[in-house]
């Protein structure tokens, strides 16, 4: 797919939403899965989510919502340890996001025998996002090399335009570059690289 080159502002409109992916405990440093340097995601995403508020713009917050013995977890045969168990402290958002009152939660993989990465998989974010005629998607959070590079990928075959903000996101790097290589396949897919001094 053609690249897109970004010049000048970005001006937020009607039809824009930020999709803050996952930033919950277990993915912080201390937590069951933590994503190094994962908090550093927060003061850009409370900042990005202070300028969609201002404009009157819908906000999502996607979370990884697991059943205690969810087919991800090692004990069940998955790749990860036990993380972000539904209602647990480990799947609370962190306490320093400043998610407003009006923010639309999207709780993924919360049946046992279906993991997802993406948050439009098996969720209504499609939906949600339809009914308020969202057509440009501003996303960030954690992690690059997973969760947000899925549903980056999903919201482009979707036919969002969609933007990585990628002073807010950073990678599990399970293998060293992952999380270039997901910047580098995001783009590749279509997605526009932005970061917050970019918008008007
Ligand atoms: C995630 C690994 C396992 C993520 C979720 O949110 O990126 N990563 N479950
Ligand atoms: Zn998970």
């Known amino acids: 797919m053609e690249k897109k080159e970004k010049s000048g502002p970005i001006v937020l409109q009607q039809g824009d939403a930020l999709v803050v992916v996952d930033v919950q405990h277990d993915f912080l440093p201390g937590g069951a899965l933590a994503v190094p340097h994962g908090d550093e995601v927060i003061e850009p995403l ?13 906000i999502f917050a996607t979370r990884d919502w697991h059943p205690a013995r969810h087919c991800s977890f090692a004990e069940q045969g998955g790749p990860w340890p036990p993380h972000c168990v539904k209602d647990s402290w480990g799947a609370e958002f962190s306490a320093w996001l400043q998610l407003p009152s009006s923010v639309t939660i999207i709780s993924k993989a919360d049946r ?16 949600r996002l339809g009914e308020l005629g969202v057509k440009r998607l501003f996303v960030g959070g954690l992690a690059t090399d997973y969760c947000v590079l899925n549903g980056v990928q999903d919201a482009l075959r979707l036919g969002y335009t969609t933007f990585l903000l990628v002073d807010a996101v950073r990678a599990v790097d399970v293998n060293p570059g992952d999380g270039v290589r997901a910047l580098a396949a995001m783009e590749e897919a279509g997605a526009v690289l932005i970061r917050l001094e970019m918008l008007a």
């Open 46 to 58: 409370n900042r990005y989510i202070a300028r969609f508020e201002e404009r009157g713009l819908p």
């Open 112 to 127: 046992e025998e279906q993991d997802a990465y993406s948050g439009f998989e098996g969720t209504d974010l499609h939906r």
